[in-house]
């Protein structure tokens, strides 16, 4: 690895990087700041591992807050609804989540929330739809 590389595991298990062979290489280690570590190898160069290695959206952060899991689960739920209803007629491939359903998602959370939105005039969704001006 380049010397300064920044090592986080983003899988679903703690894996994914060696640490016990990474510890048994390094010259030194030090903790640079929370979640921070560094590894100095005999040569120099220096390995940042975050999160002690484990998780990085669980160990150094909030993890799976409910207020993105409720929606994680309803289009989850609703996916399967749909997948149900339409069984039938659906081929065996990989489909995504349906807009309507997405989008009903997304309603029902911000009024939840209390957060009012307007609606898309006719020339806001064509400019969304086309690459004419800006982005």
Known sequence: ????????????????IDLETLDKM???????RDFVEEFTMPNGRKINIL????????AAAEGHPSSVMDMSFANQALAA????KNAKKLK???????ENIDKEIARLKLNAMGVKIDKLTPERKKYLASWEMGT
């Open 81 to 84: 609804e749909y997948m149900l």
């Open 51 to 58: 999160g002690e290695g484990r998780l990085i959206n669980l």
């Open 92 to 98: 065996k491939q990989v489909y995504g989540v349906p």
């Open 1 to 16: 690895m380049k010397d300064g590389a920044i090592v986080c595991n983003t899988g679903h298990f703690n894996v994914e």
């Open 26 to 32: 390094k010259k030194k280690k030090r903790i640079i």
